[in-house]
């Protein structure tokens, strides 16, 4: 935890300073200049700092744009969701989610009640499994398989219509793609339908899942399949506010 808590430090002095050399960053951590060094050594793997060849001193490197930008990248979904997202719930009347794939779990990052949702779960902040759920079923739909596979490992059954095979979820997975949209009923929860469909970003990729969500006797075969063009409007709606142009 000090080690931790000591290159957070270091993170700290450099953007402060710009640049710093080891001796002014041990003196100014109060530790021995080889503890400082080893520190520096590891940012700098990571690619957090970078040593300035002529000078011998160090600066942040191009690693922290690449964390910033992914918090910025989430930021702006929400951002661009959230108006859209309240039009939907608003519409449809029924529990309106957006969620984006975090430590191997759909995380939900916004949610807008509908009219019908009275009492709606809040989902915001929790991460949700993948495979039980039509948001991670999006998210999951366009992967490569090598990061397909790292995030499948014990399919737990919720419900008796979990998916619990690598074998179905696959065939689910592809069905997905090629409608453009995922449906779950009674997969996390019995009683819960939802419905959701990819947001993409300016490059065509999946960055979020937006979906609509409500008791599974309210969100039958056909009220399902009358939700389906506003959802998928809403979700390219907001794709095309994060620059997504498609041909």
Known sequence: MQSVERALAILEILARAGEAGVTEIAVELGVHKSTAFRLLAALENSGLVEQIADRGKYRLGMGILRLAGATTARLDVVQEARPIARALAAGTGETVNVAVLADGAALYVDQAAGGSSLQAHNWVGQHIPLHATSNGKVLLSELPETELAALLGTLAAH??????TRKALRAELAQVRERGYAVAVDE?????????APVRNAHGDIVASLS????????????????????????????????????
């Open 212 to 247: 609509v969500s409500g008791p599974t006797f309210r969100l039958g075969d056909a009220q399902v399949e009358a939700m389906l063009p506003q959802l998928r409007e809403s979700a390219a709606e907001i794709s095309h506010r994060l620059g997504w142009h498609p041909r």
């Open 188 to 196: 996390l929860e019995i009683g819960l339908t939802a419905l959701a």
């Open 159 to 164: 419900t008796g219509a979990t998916i619990t």
